[in-house]
């Protein structure tokens, strides 16, 4: 069993782990967790160059991480993290090859940071939001590394505190 773990919403995240866990404890299967934004990298296709799955976390950031794409394979080059878009157009804005972003947020970067980034591209539509193919994908590489699907230690990664969290 395949579930992007996050980020993402709060709600939406929590209810896919749990349904995901539950599948996988009542026929005994392996449990593979995979971040969303990794699933976004994955289901842009075979492409060469930087690979920049954005989701909107409002106030001025997005949900990030950069993969470079080559020949099919992706290569991690940050951790999932909350960036600032003034940060996010820093870090990309230096970037000698095609920046192809992928994700919810991809319209709302490229409308942010095209005056200050050149080469950001936006895939076709079909190319450009996560598909349940790209957590196919993601799972099947952690399972070809070895790596064992434990549902019991599957957790969300929300990456922030959520709204009722922060203001405690």
């Known amino acids: 069993v395949a579930v992007a773990e996050g980020p993402g919403s709060f709600t939406?995240?929590?209810?896919?782990?749990?349904?995901?866990?539950?599948?996988?404890?009542?026929?005994?299967?392996?449990?593979?967790?995979?971040?969303t934004l990794e699933a976004m990298a994955q289901s842009l296709g075979?492409?060469?160059g930087y690979v920049c799955p954005c989701m909107d976390a409002r106030r001025q950031q997005v949900y990030n991480a950069l993969f470079y794409a080559e020949k099919g394979k992706l290569r991690r080059i940050t951790e999932d993290r909350a960036i600032a878009l003034k940060d996010l157009a820093e870090e990309l804005k230096n970037f000698e090859e095609p920046v192809f972003l992928v994700g919810d947020g991809s319209i709302l970067c490229y409308n942010t940071l095209s005056n200050q980034v050149p080469g950001?591209?936006?895939?076709?539509?079909?190319?450009?939001h996560q598909r349940a193919a790209g957590v196919g994908l993601a799972a099947l590489q952690m399972m070809e590394t070895?790596?064992?699907?434990?549902?019991?230690e599957l957790t969300p990664n929300y990456l922030r505190l959520s709204q009722a969290e922060r203001e405690r």
């Open 12 to 35: 939406g995240i929590r209810i896919g782990v749990a349904a995901a866990k539950g599948f996988a404890w009542g026929r005994q299967l392996p449990c593979y967790g995979v971040s």
């Open 46 to 48: 075979i492409w060469q």
């Open 146 to 152: 070895g790596l064992r699907g434990n549902g019991a």
């Open 120 to 128: 950001l591209v936006l895939p076709l539509e079909h190319r450009m």
